[in-house]
């Protein structure tokens, strides 16, 4: 911006400097620029911590000691697998027992029925042994339940914590193995102040950044948002996922979020085309005129700035040309004369040295 100021001078000295005639009866030498529709948002900064998409503590159900251990230390696994065992010995000697007994009563069930056929029994006697059979089964489906309680799997894809346990070890229902979470995807839990409640929804985009990971942004969307506002902050908690396929996130990151709220579309002009009068807005708008170029102030009503440009809401069209230099030099109706653009770039020809600056009205007209 100091570079594009300083250029200016330049060429506006350079103007100064010609011929009096040029001064006194030529049109003002000015800059301008197209309106033209840019993006606006409204960018909402706040401060959180990543949490796993998934996380458990890992437990038994049973008591017991550990006969076997089939994982590491931080080690990735899928749903399903086995991680630990307790002793089974036992516990299949009964699930043994009671599939034995199932087995005699379907032979007693079975015998009872081809008396029944011959009416040599009750129908009393068949109904017990139809009772006998379906206990027998249910005493054997209980056993075989406990008996997967005594064999821990994993319950989702994830990664694995710190072993806390070894074999032998005796455990007790409800004693943490290991911690498992599931980082292909984390959830960034933060604060935003209540009255951006209606500017972020479901699906709002947001950028987050942290000191752990120079130079890495991740983007991901708001999924959810509380139910409720903190009555003492005055700030609602929102939720956002944040895709983590290459595992560089990790859970309790502290993280800086920008929230993308209300992204529009907008016609936008430079800043230094806006001349504020008291609680109106002006710009000089270049129109061409009987073969010339003529200054014509118009009143805009502006909204967003962002990056050197402000938006624009009423009083310009797509395609018009707003003065940004030589304002100062312009009255309402004078004619003006249009100068290259390209002269204010420091890599443009006034940063050689050549070339006049200027163009003529005429061909600015054209």
Do not use: H
């Not at 994982?71 to 089974?88: I, M």
């Not at 139910?227 to 895709?243: E, F, L, Y």
């Amino acid at each position: 911006m100091m570079v594009r100021s300083f250029l200016s001078l330049i060429v506006l000295g350079s103007m100064l400097a010609m011929p009096a005639f040029a001064q006194r009866g030529g049109p003002a030498s000015v800059f301008a620029e197209p309106v033209a529709e840019r993006t606006f948002s409204r960018d909402i900064e706040a401060l959180g911590t990543l949490e796993p998409n998934e996380q458990v503590d890992l437990s038994l159900n049973a008591s017991d000691r550990i006969t076997a251990l089939y994982f590491d230390d931080g080690e990735r696994v899928r749903e399903g697998k086995t991680l630990l065992s307790l002793a089974q010995r036992e516990q299949l000697a009964l699930v043994e027992s009671a599939e034995a007994d199932v087995e005699e009563a379907a032979r007693q069930l079975d015998r009872v029925s081809r008396l029944a056929v011959a009416e040599a029994v009750s129908q009393s006697e068949l109904d017990s042994a139809q009772r006998d059979l379906d206990s027998a089964e249910a005493n054997l489906r209980a056993l075989q339940s406990r008996q997967k309680d005594r064999v821990l799997v994993a319950p989702f894809d994830g990664i694995l914590g710190f072993r806390r346990v070894s074999v032998g070890s005796f455990v007790r229902p409800g004693d943490v193995v290991a911690t498992l979470i599931d980082d292909s995807e984390m959830n960034l839990d933060f604060d935003v102040p209540s009255i951006f409640t209606r500017s972020i929804q479901p699906g709002t985009s947001i950028i987050a950044e942290t000191d752990d990971l120079p130079g890495e942004t991740f983007t991901g969307e708001i999924e959810t948002l509380d139910n409720r506002i903190d009555p003492i902050t005055r700030s609602i908690r929102a939720r956002a996922s944040i895709p983590n396929l290459e595992r560089l996130l990790r859970s309790g990151m502290f993280m800086r979020v920008t929230v993308t709220a209300d992204p529009r579309t907008s016609l936008a002009i430079p800043e230094s085309a806006v001349q504020p009068v008291g609680p109106r807005t002006f710009v000089w708008r270049a129109t061409p005129e009987n073969g010339s170029i003529k200054a014509r102030r118009v009143e805009v009503e502006l909204g967003q700035r962002s990056d050197g440009y402000i938006e624009v809401r009423s009083g310009l069209a797509a395609g018009d040309q707003v003065i940004t230099e030589g304002i100062i030099r312009v009255r309402e109706g004078s004619e003006i004369r249009l100068e290259d653009p390209s002269l204010l770039d420091p890599s443009g020809p006034m940063a050689d040295g050549g070339g006049r600056a200027g163009s003529s009205a005429s061909s600015a007209a054209n």
